[in-house]
T-cell receptor, first 114, second 115 residues
Framework: DTGVSQDPRHKITKRGQNVTFRCDPISEHNRLYWYRQTLGQGPEFLTYFQNEAQLEKSRLLSDRFSAERPKGSFSTLEIQRTEQGDSAMYLC????????????FGSGTRLTVV | GESVGLHLPTLSVQEGDNSIINCAYSNSASDYFIWYKQESGKGPQFIIDIRSNMDKRQGQRVTVLLNKTVKHLSLQIAATQPGDSAVYFCAENRLPGAGSYQLTFGKGTKLSVIP
């Protein structure tokens, strides 16, 4: 396992379309996080899973956003009816759940809504 | 709300010199801090972390200093190299048991190394 993998790396979509991103965390990591990063800013927390349970969601996660981790392994993040303001880098991170352990981030999915 | 922020948005240093990147935090409940390096088009890369029961931690060419009295964190990079050019973020977290598991990031400092 070489790290956290995200797919696709880039996605261009028309406004109003739905998009889905996938994240494969490090296999032994039971915690998985989604973050969003806009240009020139630090990543902002969206949501967090421990195994298959979604334990925390940010106020940034509107009703158009949904995330799943059905088997406690990979996760998907879906955005429905995309808006131009959704254009950002979507980052996934994982960690093994040990207190205070650093997070390993993937390379992200760059979403552009036109 | 409470947040993590950085003093300087950009920093230019000569190759071989030492770099110091600063970070101020305001969340008094913060007890775990991480520095990340982010290169263009890539995700943040873990550099070094420190818990609130420490005031200094060293890694390979990097040192993190934590001053809880003034809520200040710094990252020192020794003998800065061109490959160190990137944006550096500090992030804070409350250890499990204190509520949130999320990381709160600052805006970042762009480090440019002059050959």
């Amino acid at each position: 396992d070489t790290g956290v993998s995200q797919d696709p790396r880039h996605k261009i979509t028309k406004r109003g379309q739905n998009v889905t991103f996938r994240c494969d965390p490090i296999s032994e990591h039971n915690r998985l996080y989604w973050y969003r990063q806009t240009l020139g800013q630090g990543p902002e927390f969206l949501t967090y899973f421990q195994n298959e349970a979604q334990l925390e969601k940010s106020r940034l996660l509107s009703d158009r956003f949904s995330a799943e981790r059905p088997k406690g392994s990979f996760s998907t993040l879906e955005i429905q009816r995309t808006e131009q303001g959704d254009s950002a880098m979507y980052l996934c991170a994982s960690n093994p759940g040990t207190a205070g352990y650093g997070y390993t981030f993937g390379s992200g999915t760059r979403l552009t809504v036109v | 709300g409470e947040s993590v922020g950085l003093h300087l948005p950009t920093l230019s240093v000569q190759e071989g010199d030492n770099s110091i990147i600063n970070c101020a935090y305001s969340n008094s409940a913060s007890d775990y801090f991480i520095w990340y390096k982010q290169e263009s088009g890539k995700g943040p890369q873990f550099i070094i972390d420190i818990r609130s029961n420490m005031d200094k931690r060293q890694g390979q060419r990097v040192t993190v200093l934590l001053n809880k009295t003034v809520k200040h964190l710094s990252l020192q990079i020794a003998a800065t190299q061109p490959g160190d050019s990137a944006v550096y973020f500090c992030a804070e977290n409350r250890l499990p048991g204190a509520g949130s598991y999320q990381l709160t990031f600052g805006k970042g400092t762009k480090l440019s190394v002059i050959p």
